[in-house]
């Protein structure tokens, strides 16, 4: 029996690119700063407690582009700032409105205190760089920031036009060295989307590994001689993680996951809905549109529609407890797999990030108190991060793994529907007139015509995201995600059409630039 083994946690943080200049407020914006007061500021909170405690943890945390270039956007940098300003002002105000109520006032309260130390942490400590504060973490060696698809694209659906799948790769590897001064070693595929023709796109973008669902290793030819619990090699080179799927489901499942304990914060309960419109009209939109505030007074309860009023400290308690069975959980599973196999099992758990904190507020706290126990209540295993655990390898065994998502059955169900197939026909043409542009205009030196096929990729990429297809079959914000997909086409056609008569609009050109602002630096040559 090998001596312990392994557990690597792996947060996927990601947010699709929305900044829209051209409107003082724009609710959408709002995904973006929820995301940043609810998950970013509170995980750079416990892990750089953790690191300043020298507790040794390791986490494995993806940062894709679109979120990278938002946090460092000044113009949403400012947005957020202004966000946070409201929020403070509505939880003091809150705090008046329920003086002497019982339990109401004291989570006012709390979460005034909140939030007025998440505006002194954006503020005062990360001068609003959070990019750079989970950076420092890698440089430390507590955190592996890996990379994503430059827009989180769907990758199996766009391999009939390799130049664009490429594009999406070696785009996110350049901004990667740009945001982190080094090359990315792994690779969070956008919705763990994979055929076996990104095995050579990544090995030629010199990508280490990447994750598949547990299926996509374990329909793999040939079967992997340690399921789901060892990397294998692809027959290209980088190797292959598989997620674990009984870790992910005691913390995500709807029925048994911990997120439905009855102490938790209630998610839906929230007073942007609940109270009158007057009252919060200085934080509502000027067209006193409905919103969350994030101010949200009840717990899960049960499953009826009556809630009980929220109290923290039996959230907390709750909090853990859970840490502790999760812990105990893992170390009882890697325990039993160590009797059964020849090398030291790793088990590869990965979350949305934005779990943590936003779905399920009390998240980070949870993940603070697991990765203590982790570290010193238990021996069964050790926290690891894929790459540390590639390097302590010598040989693994060679496995070509099977097409597979982890959306909805398995494949691509979700992003390849009747309510949004309309889309790849118009993606697969703008991506052959892209390479076709980038080909025809190879040897150029025009700096109008650089521009113009360096805004044409922008809009192509930013057309490709998964997430329009994935809200138009939710049906979440399904208006916005075809209105995006179809302005950054049309945008796309235009400047084609314009580029292909030698008589580009300059004015039309600066204002798409100044709209769709990401991948300042973009090489479109990564078309030819």
Not at 432 to 444: D, E, N, P
């Amino acid at each position: 029996m090998v001596d312990h083994g392994y557990l690597a946690l792996l947060l996927h943080a990601h947010l699709p690119y929305v900044r829209h200049p051209e409107h003082d407020e724009f609710l959408e914006e709002d995904w973006l700063y929820e995301a940043i007061t609810e998950t970013y500021l509170p995980l750079l909170d416990i892990f750089w407690k953790l690191a300043d405690e020298a507790v040794p943890f390791r986490v494995t945390l993806s940062l894709t582009p679109t979120l990278c270039h938002m946090l460092r956007d000044p113009l949403l940098q400012d947005r957020y700032a202004r966000y946070l300003h409201r929020s403070i002002a509505l939880a003091a105000r809150e705090c008046e409105r329920t003086r002497g109520q019982d339990p109401l006032e004291d989570t006012t309260r709390f979460y005034l205190r909140r939030l007025e130390h998440l505006r002194s942490a954006y503020e005062l400590r990360w001068k609003r760089d959070l990019v750079s504060a989970f950076a420092q973490l890698q440089d430390a060696g507590f955190l592996e920031i890996i990379t994503c698809a430059a827009t989180h694209g769907f990758l199996p659906l766009l391999e009939h036009q390799p130049e664009a799948v490429r594009a999406q790769i070696r785009i996110a590897c350049d901004h990667y060295q740009e945001m982190f001064g080094r090359a990315p070693r792994g690779i969070w595929l956008p919705e763990c989307a994979y055929v076996s023709s990104l095995d050579d796109v990544l090995r030629d973008a010199n990508l280490r590994w990447f994750v598949v669902d547990s299926h996509g290793l374990m329909f793999g030819s040939p079967r992997p001689r340690y399921a789901i619990y060892a990397p294998c090699f692809t027959p290209a080179g980088p190797a292959a993680f598989a997620r674990d799927r009984d870790s992910s489901r005691q913390v995500w499942s709807a029925e048994e996951g911990y997120p439905g304990d009855p102490a938790y914060r209630d998610f839906y309960r929230d007073i942007g809905l609940e109270l009158s419109a007057e009252y919060l009209r200085d934080f509502l939109p000027t067209d006193g549109s409905r919103r969350f505030t994030g101010l949200k007074y009840h717990r899960v309860t049960g499953r009826g529609q009556e809630k009980d009023w929220y109290r923290r400290g039996w959230a907390m308690g709750a909090a853990d407890h859970h840490a502790g069975h999760f812990m105990a959980s893992r170390a009882a599973q890697i325990a039993n797999l160590r009797t059964h196999m020849n090398v030291p099992p790793i088990v590869l758990s990965p979350f949305d990030a934005e779990l943590f904190g936003h779905w399920w507020f009390e998240g980070p706290e949870f993940l603070d108190w697991f990765l203590r126990k982790s570290v010193y209540d238990q021996k069964e295993y050790r926290l690891t991060t894929p790459s540390e655990y590639l390097a302590g390898q010598n040989t693994l065994q060679l496995v070509a793994p099977s097409s597979s998502s982890w959306g909805h059955k398995g494949y691509w169900e979700v992003w390849l529907d009747d309510c949004n197939s309309w889309i790849y026909p118009h993606l697969h043409a703008a991506a052959r007139r892209m390479t076709q542009s980038a080909r025809a205009h190879a040897g150029t030196s025009s700096p109008l015509t650089e521009r113009t096929l360096r805004q044409m990729a922008r809009e192509l990429l930013l057309a490709q995201a998964s997430d329009w297809a994935f809200l138009m079959k939710t049906g979440t914000a399904r208006s916005y995600a075809t209105k995006r997909t179809n302005d950054h086409l049309l945008r796309f056609n235009r400047l084609f059409d314009q580029l292909h008569a030698q008589n580009v609009e300059e004015p039309f050109l600066t204002n798409c630039e100044w709209r769709d602002n990401l991948f300042p630096n973009l090489d479109w040559k990564h078309y030819l």
